[in-house]
Structures are given as structure tokens and as C-alpha cells.
């Protein structure tokens, strides 16, 4: 079982910039690929960025691909997004994921741990 705790959400100005962590329990955290999602009102679920156990291999939306990085540091069992030049269009709830499968997915139900979401407010 793996738990999921995010932080560093907030409000923040357009152009402005924002990191998000997310802290993981349990050993098996180093073997798991790691997600950020998304939730506007109203909208779906969607995927922002991924990354592999080692943290080598990311994968972007197009919507923040050049704006926003992945990274995790495996030694403190945390993952985080680093997002900078922000619009109002990235106002969200953002949520960290895991996925058991050691392979980069964009698909939701692929992963198998959820945290419980931050706030990030961009405004104009």
C-alpha cells in the first residue's frame, strides 16, 4: 500500500511559478512510476506529466511540455512538479499518482494509488 500526500499549491499570478511535492510511504515507492494529474471544475481528469522509477524518462502533456518538469528523488520518497510560466488555463486540483506497472502511462485508470489533490489558482 502507498500513500500519497501532496503540497505546494497555492495562488499565484499568470507567468508566475509554483513546485508541487509529493510525498510518498512505503518501500516499494522507488519502483513505481509517478504521476501528475489534473481536475478543472467541470472537467475530467487530466494527465500532465510522468515519470520513470529512475526518474531518466519523463513524458509531458502538450499543454505544459517546455513549462513544466517532473522529478523525483527516491532517497525522500518524493515526487515533484515544477511549474513555471503558468496560465489561468492550469487552475486545478493536482494530484500525484502511482503506478505498480514499471511503464510511463497518460491513462488514469492505469495507475493504482491516489493522492488527494492541491489547489493551484492561476490568476490573469
Known amino acids: 500500500q502507498v500513500q500519497l500526500v501532496e503540497s505546494g499549491g497555492g495562488l499565484v499570478q499568470a507567468g508566475g511559478s509554483l513546485r508541487l511535492s509529493c510525498a510518498a510511504s512505503?518501500?516499494?515507492?522507488?519502483?513505481?512510476?509517478m504521476g501528475w494529474f489534473r481536475q478543472a471544475p467541470g472537467k475530467e481528469r487530466e494527465f500532465v506529466a510522468a515519470?520513470?522509477?529512475?526518474?531518466?524518462?519523463?513524458y509531458y502533456a502538450d499543454s505544459v511540455k517546455g513549462r513544466f518538469t517532473i522529478s523525483r528523488d527516491n532517497a525522500k520518497n518524493t515526487v515533484y512538479l515544477q511549474m513555471n510560466s503558468l496560465k489561468p488555463e492550469d487552475t486545478a486540483v493536482y494530484y500525484c499518482?502511482?503506478?505498480?506497472?514499471?511503464?510511463?502511462?497518460?491513462?488514469?485508470?492505469?495507475?493504482?494509488?491516489w493522492g488527494q489533490g492541491t489547489q493551484v489558482t492561476v490568476s490573469s
Open positions: 499518482a502511482a503506478r505498480k506497472i514499471p511503464r510511463i502511462s497518460a491513462i488514469t485508470s492505469n495507475y493504482d494509488y
Open positions: 512505503g518501500r516499494t515507492f522507488s519502483s513505481y512510476v
Open positions: 515519470a520513470s522509477w529512475t526518474g531518466g524518462r519523463t
